[in-house]
């Protein structure tokens, strides 16, 4: 039987990362886990949360109504094309994949003056207006009713790949109680992307299934009893009540 391996970072190393995201994935006693996860978070905590929770297609939106009554953070369902905003919970809908979509690119150009006056001589300006600037917008979501994944939609794997793409490093992915693998290669994703990867100790959790196959194939950070990943959490981003 494989041992349990914790990865541990500096502190130091951490803060370097200025991490932005938090991307979680549950299934099987997901509820029960994430009221532990979410009553642990302060209302002075810093990132958006995104959750997967494996759930039935007609469940509508009865688990953010009982999420909401166990957290102080302002908990919804994503919307198509939302921007996501800090400091908010954000929750896959029922029969949805729920993808992290990076801002493209969008370009303008200065063509006022590619020549600046200065006196009677023509210096060229700081900024060629014949190279656009970028400016890269807010991160948004997309839903998708694509095929299931791991039998699954929403699918873990999909969330935390597209938000391992969008930002690379600065996203925090966790793994809850489950019954199947969904969620495994997507925490692989962002741990090969240097993300920070946390996965429930499956010895605290109701169904193991899920954080086994996530320790049996990831370099995980962090295994932790559930009661503990929230104040670690807290304890990393160095959050003040």
Known sequence: MNQLKVVKKSTEELNKKNFEI????????????????????????????????????????????FLQKQSSLQITEAQDKEEIVPGRVYLAPADYHLLIESPSDEEFSLYENYFTEWGSVAVESIHNSKSPIPNRG?????????????????????????AA???????????????????????????????????????????????????????????LPLSKIAPCLVNLLRIKD
């Open 22 to 65: 938090v991307v979680v994935g549950t299934s099987l006693g997901g509820l029960e886990a994430l009221t532990v996860l979410l009553a642990d978070l302060p209302q002075s905590f810093p990132l958006p949360v995104v959750i997967v929770q494996h759930r039935h297609k007609s469940s509508q939106n009865r688990l953010t109504y």
């Open 138 to 162: 807010t991160p948004k979501f997309a839903l998708s009713t694509e095929a299931p994944v791991c039998y699954a939609r929403p699918s873990i794997d999909v969330l935390f790949e597209s």
């Open 165 to 223: 793409d969008a930002f690379g490093e600065k996203v925090i992915g966790i793994i809850l109680t489950g019954a199947n693998s969904d969620g495994t290669k997507g925490l692989a994703k962002i741990k090969a992307e240097g993300g920070l990867t946390f996965v429930e100790e499956p010895a605290s959790a109701l169904c193991p299934a899920m954080p086994a196959s996530a320790i049996a194939n990831v370099e995980v950070d962090w295994i």
